[in-house]
């Protein structure tokens, strides 16, 4: 089916572990985000890209890295994880561009515990 | 800045019982507004949208009107049902296409 796949789906890691979150889409989407959801606090978006070869910071960007491999993909850095950032991250993209620019597609989530 | 602020949850209803979730607005301009849903272990999914002032999204049985003169677009359903149950973000977005969400509301609907 096509949509966003995220991986891993779970993760512990221990404070100060880095690692990569991985996502990708094959709806041909200009933009791509990366959110963290908390709760009682919703969605809060971290970086996003809106086309291949840009990124930029969104609410809550401390802490991680980007990078925006390609069209298909968006992936998300931990260098030096914290249990602040205790969360489940969802990737999301969307097309660009019309009545388009809102057709949000969400990945399933990875849930990362930092102990 | 732009906010989006919902009813506390959680909500608990029987089966058949009406449903409203509050939603309301900061923004400067006229955002696009959505509700999405999120069942369990899932990702989100949008339910309905709006795009300018009077529009009513409607989806599933689900309504929402963009009300510009109280900055609100409340969710409404008639009749919930136990698969309803999960939790309901309501959101809007600028026109570069940044979604904001709101704190989310959890909906649990008992037979």
């Known amino acids: 089916n096509a949509g966003v796949t995220q991986t891993p789906k779970f993760q512990v890691l221990k404070t100060g572990q880095s690692m990569t979150l991985q996502c990708a889409q094959d709806?041909?989407?200009?933009?791509m985000y990366w959110y963290r959801q908390d709760p009682g606090m919703g969605l809060r978006l971290i970086y996003y890209?809106?086309?291949?070869?840009?990124?930029d910071k969104g609410e809550v960007p401390n802490g991680y890295n980007v990078s925006r491999l390609n069209k298909r993909e968006f992936s998300l850095r931990l260098e030096s994880a914290a249990p602040s950032q205790t969360s489940v991250y969802f990737c999301?993209?969307?097309?660009?561009?019309?009545?388009?620019?809102?057709?949000?597609?969400f990945g399933s989530g990875t849930r990362l515990t930092v102990v | 800045g732009n906010s989006v602020t919902q009813m506390e949850g959680p909500v608990t209803l029987s089966e058949e019982a009406f449903l409203t979730i509050n939603c309301t607005y900061t923004?400067?301009?006229?955002?696009?507004l959505f509700w999405y849903v999120q069942y369990p272990g899932e990702g989100l999914q949008l339910l309905l949208k709006a795009t300018k002032a009077d529009d009513k999204g409607s989806n599933k049985g689900f309504e929402a009107t963009y009300r510009k003169e109280t900055t609100s677009f409340h969710l409404e359903k008639g009749s919930v049902q136990v698969s309803d149950s999960a939790v309901y973000f309501c959101?809007?977005?600028?026109?570069?296409?940044?979604?904001?969400f709101g704190q989310g509301t959890t909906l649990q609907v008992k037979p």
């Open positions: 959101a809007q977005a600028s026109n570069t296409g940044k979604l904001i």
């Open positions: 923004a400067t301009g006229y955002p696009s």
């Open positions: 890209s809106a086309s291949e070869g840009t990124t």
């Open positions: 999301a993209s969307n097309p660009i561009g019309g009545q388009g620019i809102y057709d949000y597609t």
């Open positions: 709806m041909n989407h200009n933009s």
